[in-house]
């Protein structure tokens, strides 16, 4: 079988004119979605994803406030940042980019952004939510990869999804949101005995780990729906996921490719989440 190619770029910009539309009609209501976004420090990648979260702003019309602190900021100072927007009624939703310094514990920083302006879904109160089936800001890359399924008609109730990955911003909520669809959920992980064993029963299977090639043809059932979610920069700086693609596409049902199919929905889930942050806060219906 030779794979249907996810079009994540596609997809994500056809997204966007929806939400565009959205943003457009809160203006006209007297409401500017704004997002803040704190930076600390200067890594390269996260100033470029950074860079690329404002324009997509920009794009549909959300204000993107940016808060550039140094490498050296101490929690103390984040956290009375992250204080000043939460009263701030410009903004709607609150971003810090991780990864944060290793002097910075995220644990005392993520609990401090309002829970209703936690456009990313990382505040403890907004996971326990997504674990409890609750409505909730969801964090933007499994948003974007249950979107994805859904505009390739696949059917997630009863199917048995395989995530590879057990990060609390990707692995963890992608595997509880396709639970809260009715699929049969295995986690696999870096200590996984016989991950191919696992992999190999998956109808969809969700890859987000960072070990570039981690899945080759032989971990992949044939048809299954194929998400990969590793960004890694090969010598020459080439973007590659965690999915060997040539070898994996001529088995799979669908593929997403690297760049261009995740990524770029995450960023449009962000735009999503930070619109109905602004719906929450006015008090206007969100779905
Ligand atoms: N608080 C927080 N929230 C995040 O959501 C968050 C974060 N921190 N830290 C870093 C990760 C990573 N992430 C990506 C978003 C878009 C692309 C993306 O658009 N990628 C393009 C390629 C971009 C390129 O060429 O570098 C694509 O796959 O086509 C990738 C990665 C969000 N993250």
Redesign the pocket.
Known sequence: MTAKIIDG?AIAQKLRERLKREVDDLKEKGITPGLAVILVGEDPA?L??VR?KRKACREIGIRSFLFSLPETVSEGELVRKIEELNGDEQVHGI????PLPSHVNPANILPRIHPMKDV?G?HPLNAGKLMAGEKTFIP??PLGISVLLKEIGCRVEGKHAVVVGRSN?VGKPAGQLLLNMNATVTYCHSKTADLQKFTSMADILIVACGKPNLIGAGHVKEGAVVIDVG?NRDESGR?TGDVNFEEVKEKAGFITP???????M??TM?LSNTIQAAKQIHRLPWP
């Open positions: 770029k996260s470029t994803y690329n971003l810090v980019q991780l990313d990382f933007c890359t911003i960004i973007l690297v760049p261009g199919g995740v990524g770029p995450t960023i962000l």
